[in-house]
């Protein structure tokens, strides 16, 4: 059994040599990223309508190649102080996370399909419908803060442009935020520690992320506590998304219920900017939606039971001392405060080069 210090000092050198690795993959992100934020300005007019997909599609490009490039990479750099901190690998990182694009060891497509499905419409289309008709602001509030910004401007178009946009535009924002998110800083990260030490600081991130909105110059006509709304639905969402792939070790499930979610909340924003009213959008398009979810959940209960259960019991075990390595009650409220330190670390990281 350890000592008090050594179980502190452990926790310390374990997140933060996640820390640094976290930094090497941002900064490869952002040698990646040089394209589409500085070089693509000069070749297509923010003001063209290819300006917008084409963005999101080379950050998504620059995920998909940065994040097992530089984690081949930090392997070589870390290397040598491997031997500090307790790290259960059977493949290299960069292997690792290439594996999550794997259809053969999650069943097959047709299961992570279902699998997908099932996590579009038990958990996204019923909180997106909650928000929206509960805090009919966040509506208003999201079409606002989206639609002045350049890359987001076919929130305007006519809807055939519209369409097309938002398919090529969501896909990429959905494989990007991913890939990063639950791809990286979730499942690496519970290589390092507990595994909803992972969950958190990868959801805390995801929060921030869409909290920063509130930096928007359109979110100064509305009240705070909209963005922070936003930020507990997106934490919520991270956190659940994050126990699935830490359980299922599959991306594409995630990624197909986040894009084809986003594309509906996108008619929702377009509707809106339209100038229809929202019981409208609800009719048409959320009602038929939620009554696919209720279905689906009846059908699906077992399943969804025994993963919300799974995902309980990670997060029971995760708010207990562990008793194992001599963990006492000031050193689990010490791992806790170090889990939600390391998220804002992640975030400022983020400002500056993701």
Not at 170 to 179: A, D, F, M, N, R
Not at 326 to 337: N, P, T
């Amino acid at each position: 059994m350890e000592s008090a210090n050594d179980v502190k000092m452990n926790m310390i050198n374990e997140r933060f040599r996640f820390v640094f690795e976290v930094l090497i993959i941002f900064i490869g992100i952002f040698i990646f990223s040089l394209i589409p934020r500085y070089l693509l300005p000069l070749l297509v007019s923010e003001n063209s309508i290819y300006y917008g997909p084409l963005y999101y599609s080379l950050r998504a490009l620059a995920v998909i190649l940065a994040i097992p490039l530089f984690l081949l990479i930090s392997n070589i750099v870390l290397e040598s102080q491997k031997k500090n901190v307790i790290i259960e690998e059977d493949l290299t990182p960069s292997a690792a996370h290439l594996k999550l694009y794997s259809f053969k060891e999650g069943g097959g497509f047709k299961h992570q399909l279902l699998l997908g499905i099932l996590i579009l419409f038990i958990i996204f289309i019923p909180l997106d419908f909650l928000i929206y008709f509960l805090i009919p602001e966040t509506l208003e509030y999201t079409a606002v803060s989206l639609s002045t910004q350049a890359t987001d401007s076919y929130l305007l178009a006519p809807y055939f442009i519209f369409l097309i946009s938002v398919i090529i535009i969501q896909i990429s924002v959905s494989i990007y935020e991913e890939l990063l998110t639950r791809g990286f800083l979730t499942v690496r990260g519970s290589e390092y520690f507990h595994k909803i030490s992972a969950v958190l600081i990868s959801s805390l991130y995801f929060g921030l992320m869409h909290f920063l909105y509130f930096l928007n110059p359109a979110s100064r006509n509305y009240p705070i506590w909209i963005p922070f709304v936003w930020f507990l639905q997106t934490f919520c969402v991270g956190i659940l998304l994050a126990v699935f792939i830490i359980k299922k070790k599959n991306i594409f499930p995630i990624i197909f219920a986040h894009a084809l979610n986003n594309i509906i909340s996108a008619h929702a924003v377009w509707n809106y900017l339209q100038g229809n009213d929202f019981m409208v959008v609800t009719l048409y398009l959320y009602i038929p939606l939620l009554i696919f979810s209720a279905i689906l959940f009846i059908w699906q209960y077992p399943r969804i039971k025994m993963g919300f259960n799974s995902g309980f019991n990670l997060f029971k075990d995760y708010f207990q001392a562990d008793e194992r390595i001599g963990e006492s009650k000031g050193d689990l409220i010490f791992r806790i405060f170090l889990d939600f330190l390391i998220g804002v670390i992640i975030l400022v990281f983020a400002l500056f080069l993701v």
